[in-house]
């Protein structure tokens, strides 16, 4: 069995910084790549940011510049910093685990509960 737990969300006021933090834990031999999805009220969920564990990095266009996603490999751990929040930016932030493979040989997704991030004054 394989967990995320995911960490750092809050209020926040615009302009104002954050860092999400995610673990993961488990039967883990290695995990392809780990991101950043979020979700507001009445839209889709959508990717913000992603990192394969040879560090190549992806970004949602909308947080370029402002964003940096980073990994520890050794903890299976994923950092999102969030710098100069907008209230465009409120939503549930969830991390995403992609191509978990397990030591028993067996590959999945798995997918956090979701932090809420609320940009607001």
């Known amino acids: 069995q394989v967990q995320l737990v995911e960490s750092g969300g809050g209020l926040v006021q615009p302009g104002g910084s954050l860092r999400l933090s995610c673990a993961a834990s488990g039967s883990i031999f290695s995990i392809y790549a780990m991101g950043w999805y979020r979700q507001a009220p009445g839209k889709q969920r959508e990717l913000v940011a992603s990192?394969?564990?040879?560090?190549?990095?992806t970004y949602a266009d909308s947080v370029k510049g402002r964003f940096t996603i980073s990994r520890d490999n050794a903890k299976n751990t994923v950092y999102l910093q969030m710098n100069n929040l907008k209230p465009e930016d409120t939503a549930v932030y969830y991390c995403?685990?992609?191509?978990?493979?397990?030591?028993?040989?067996?590959?999945?997704?798995?997918w956090g509960q979701g932090t809420q991030v609320t940009v607001s004054s």
């Open positions: 990192i394969t564990s040879g560090g190549s990095t």
């Open positions: 995403n685990a992609d191509r978990v493979r397990t030591v028993i040989g067996r590959t999945s997704d798995y």
